[in-house]
C-alpha cells in the first residue's frame, strides 16, 4: 500500500453552503424531500439514506440536511467510495499510525471520520465499499467509535452520517453484496430524490435559474430560448437528471452568448423514442424571454398546454405537474387561467 497524497478528486470537505432555489423547484415531489429534509435535519444524528438516479441531486440533500441542522458551524465532509483505489480507502476514512505500511506518512494522519467530528460525513456510492469496509463502517455507526489502520486505540467519533446511492440496496442484500445489517443501519430514515422526468413542471423554474446563474458566471445573458428550443426542452426525458439540464443550459448559454438560444445551442441527444414525459405533449409557440418575466412566460404556457393535453382535467393535470391541486389552481389564478 501507498501512502495516500491527494485526497481531493474523491472528497470535499467544506462547510456546507447555501443551496440556491434553482436546484428544488416547486413540485409536489420535491416538496416531500424537504419535508423530509426539515425532518430529519431537527435531530442529533440521525443516520439517512438518500436514494436516487445519478444526477438528480443527492449531495445537494445531504449538504442540506447539515445546512439546516445544529451541526451547520462543523464540517461537512463528502465522500465519493468509488473514486478511491483498491485498499486505499479503509486509511483515507479512518486514517492510520505511523508505520501502518509501507509509504505511511511519519507521525501517521487524520482519516476524514476525525476531519468531520462535530459535523456530517456524506458517503455517496455506498454501495462501492468492499464486505470488510462495510464491516468497519457497521462497527462505526454501533460504537460511535473508529480505529486508525496499524493502531490498537479505538476512537470516539461525534458524526451524522449520511450515505448516498443510485443502486438498489435491498437487491444488493439479496444477492449477498452488501450486509444486511448495515443495511438497516444506514436507513434509520430514507430520501428518495425524484427522476427530473416526474417533476417536468420543475423544468421552467430550473431552467430560468441556471440560465441567470450561468449568464453572471461569464458575464453574459442570452434574450432568452427560441419556441422551438421550448419544445425540444419538454420532450426531453433527461437520462441525467438535473445535472444533465444544467449542461445543457450552460454550453447552450456560452455557445449563444447574449442572442436567442436555439436547438442548435442545446445539443441534446435524440430522446430515445420516448417522446414527452407523464403525458406531457410538447409546448410550441411561445418564447421564452430571460430575465424578463421568463419564469412567468414559460410556466404559463406549460399549465396552458397541459390542461388542453388533460382536456381541462385538473387532478390529472396536477399530477403531470407533480403539484397539488391547490397549488395549480393558485398558479391558474396567477396567470389569469380560468378556474371556474
Same mark, same amino acid.
Given at each position: ?19 440556491? &432555489?434553482?436546484? &428544488? ?14 425532518? +430529519? !435535519? ?7 439514506? +438518500? ?52 509509504? !505511511? ?34 462497527? *462505526? ?17 461525534? +458524526? ?42 420543475? *423544468? ?33 426525458? &433527461?437520462?441525467?437528471n438535473v445535472r444533465e439540464l444544467r449542461n445543457v443550459i450552460e454550453r447552450a448559454v456560452l455557445l449563444a452568448r447574449e442572442g436567442w438560444i436555439g436547438t442548435e445551442h442545446l445539443l441534446l441527444d435524440e430522446p430515445s423514442g420516448f417522446g414527452p414525459a407523464a403525458g406531457m405533449q410538447p409546448m410550441t409557440g411561445m418564447h421564452l424571454s430571460i430575465p424578463d418575466c421568463s419564469l412567468r412566460s414559460v410556466e404559463r404556457a406549460l399549465i396552458e398546454r397541459v390542461l388542453v393535453d388533460a382536456a381541462g382535467n385538473r387532478s390529472h393535470a396536477a399530477r403531470v405537474l407533480g403539484v ?14 380560468? +378556474?371556474?
Amino acid at each position: 500500500m501507498r501512502a495516500l497524497t491527494d485526497r481531493k478528486e474523491c472528497t470535499d470537505a467544506v462547510q456546507a453552503a447555501p443551496v440556491g &432555489w434553482v436546484e &428544488w423547484g416547486e413540485s409536489r415531489a420535491m416538496g416531500d424531500v424537504v419535508t423530509a429534509i426539515d425532518r +430529519v !435535519a431537527a435531530t442529533p444524528r440521525t443516520t439517512v439514506l +438518500v436514494m436516487g438516479e445519478s444526477g438528480t441531486g443527492k449531495e445537494i440533500v445531504a449538504r442540506e440536511i447539515h445546512r439546516r441542522s445544529a451541526r451547520k458551524d462543523k464540517p461537512f465532509v463528502a465522500v465519493n467510495c468509488a473514486g478511491f483505489a483498491d485498499g486505499l480507502l479503509e486509511a483515507d476514512l479512518f486514517g492510520y499510525a505511523s508505520g501502518a505500511f509501507t509509504g !505511511a506518512l511519519p507521525g501517521g494522519r487524520e482519516g476524514l471520520f476525525a476531519a468531520a467530528h462535530g459535523g456530517s460525513i456524506l458517503l455517496d456510492e455506498i454501495g462501492e465499499l468492499d464486505m470488510n469496509l462495510q464491516a468497519h463502517l457497521l462497527r *462505526v455507526l454501533q460504537e460511535r467509535t473508529f480505529r486508525p489502520v496499524g493502531s490498537a486505540v479505538d476512537h470516539a467519533i461525534d +458524526v451524522r452520517i449520511l450515505a448516498a446511492t443510485n443502486r438498489d440496496l435491498g437487491q444488493m442484500v439479496s444477492a449477498g453484496r452488501f450486509r444486511e445489517d448495515l443495511y438497516y443501519r444506514l436507513n434509520v430514515l430514507s430520501i428518495r430524490v425524484p427522476a427530473l422526468r416526474d417533476r417536468m413542471g420543475d *423544468v421552467p423554474r430550473l431552467v430560468q435559474g441556471f440560465v441567470e446563474v450561468v449568464g453572471r458566471e461569464i458575464g453574459c445573458t442570452p434574450r432568452g430560448l427560441t419556441p422551438e428550443a421550448v419544445e425540444a426542452l419538454s420532450k426531453h426525458r &433527461w437520462p441525467g437528471n438535473v445535472r444533465e439540464l444544467r449542461n445543457v443550459i450552460e454550453r447552450a448559454v456560452l455557445l449563444a452568448r447574449e442572442g436567442w438560444i436555439g436547438t442548435e445551442h442545446l445539443l441534446l441527444d435524440e430522446p430515445s423514442g420516448f417522446g414527452p414525459a407523464a403525458g406531457m405533449q410538447p409546448m410550441t409557440g411561445m418564447h421564452l424571454s430571460i430575465p424578463d418575466c421568463s419564469l412567468r412566460s414559460v410556466e404559463r404556457a406549460l399549465i396552458e398546454r397541459v390542461l388542453v393535453d388533460a382536456a381541462g382535467n385538473r387532478s390529472h393535470a396536477a399530477r403531470v405537474l407533480g403539484v397539488n391541486r391547490t397549488t395549480l389552481y393558485n398558479k391558474m389564478r396567477t396567470y389569469g387561467l380560468s +378556474v371556474a
